[in-house]
């Protein structure tokens, strides 16, 4: 097994190639992530026990039962992103002709497969690093900061959830020896 950086991994076996990205945070960080989440349920129980104090025909808790819909959908994108940072894993395999690709988030996530020979135009993703778009999708608060991407049967898809530049440059380089390989063994 091959450490790329402390967060990167790659194992070489024969016929396999496999990369484990561990979602990176600092202890601060984490420890932010986690203070939000808990002021994000800490805000929600302040607004049902208020809720529960109003009469039944005022509109104020119509209103506060929108905020509480509104609510409990950030708490499950609050609650994944810190679950990412702290215990996430996106794992590649390329094996058989096939890419795999999945976000682990305690060991539970969908694994997306990709053809080998239908991969096109594999490489890093070109990112306009002052747009506010790409600093939101870069930092701790949210699940993303992909750097790699390729065309699959027409299809944008990208990968490598919170790389540094370097290790997005040599793992693009180690995808596209393993998918070569892939390529001239199906023949």
Do not use: C
Not at 77 to 84: D, I, N, P
Not at 102 to 120: C, H, M, P, V, W
């Amino acid at each position: 097994m091959e450490q790329l950086s402390a967060t990167v991994s790659i194992d070489r076996r024969e016929g396999r190639m496999s990369v484990a990205i561990e979602a990176k945070a600092t202890p601060v960080q984490r420890a932010l992530l986690a203070l939000w989440l808990l002021v994000w349920i800490a805000a929600g129980i302040v607004v049902i026990i208020a809720r529960q104090d109003l009469q039944p025909g005022d509109p104020t808790r119509q209103f506060m039962l929108a905020f509480l819909a509104f609510w409990a959908y950030f708490l499950v994108v609050v609650g994944r992103a810190v679950l990412w940072r702290w215990k996430g894993v996106e794992l590649w395999r390329v094996k058989d002709g096939v890419l795999t690709v999945k976000d682990s988030l305690l060991g539970y996530g969908k694994a997306r497969t990709y053809f080998a020979e239908n991969i096109q135009q594999l490489g890093l993703i070109k990112i306009d690093r002052e747009s506010w778009k790409w600093q939101w999708n870069d930092s701790v608060w949210v699940i993303g900061g992909e750097r790699i991407g390729f065309e699959h049967l027409g299809r944008k898809v990208i990968l490598g959830k919170g790389l540094t530049d370097d290790e997005a440059k040599r793992l693009v380089n180690a995808l596209k020896d393993a998918l070569r390989k892939e390529r001239s063994q199906a023949k």
